[in-house]
């Protein structure tokens, strides 16, 4: 919730109408940047988005692992997108025979701290992707 009421966030509503009428994106009219890249430019914003992400991944990665089975088979498991690595982490803490792959933004992985199983990986998903026995996408939105 705190991501959500972030001033960064807020002022961008004031910009909606004219988005809609010219086809742009608020965000990017306030800021004259896309959202991903404001957490790189604002370290005070880059720790309230992480926050706000490793928040909603515990809770979905919890339910996930305990529901689904899909992992069970896998070698190499790729996380696009998948910030500091938490999901992945978990994933590789259940399955410890599973090779994980944190993908995500370069300068994301560069301050991500090492979890066992997991390597992290900077690029950008919309030019490539590791390979892997399955790519995981867990809350990827893009305008």
């Not at 960064?8 to 991903?36: C, M, N």
């Not at 992707?129 to 399955?134: E, L, Q, T």
Request: charged fraction near 20%; glycine fraction near 6%.
């Amino acid at each position: 919730m705190t991501l959500l009421q972030d001033k960064i966030f807020l002022d961008s509503w004031s910009q909606l109408k004219d988005a809609i009428v010219e086809g742009e994106v608020p965000f990017d009219r306030v800021y004259r940047t896309h959202d991903f890249k404001c957490p790189a430019n604002d370290s005070r914003f880059y720790h309230v988005f992480n926050k706000a992400m490793i928040s909603h991944t515990t809770i979905v990665i919890k339910e996930i692992l305990e529901s689904y089975k899909g992992f069970e088979h896998l070698i190499r498991l790729v996380d696009a997108g998948s910030g500091l690595g938490v999901t992945v982490s978990s994933i590789t803490s259940k399955y410890p025979f599973i090779k994980g792959i944190n993908f995500d933004l370069p300068h994301v992985v560069q301050h991500v701290p090492p979890y066992p199983g997991v390597e992290h990986v900077g690029g950008d998903m919309f030019h490539s992707v590791p390979r892997g026995d399955a790519i995981f996408m867990k809350w990827i939105l893009y305008n």
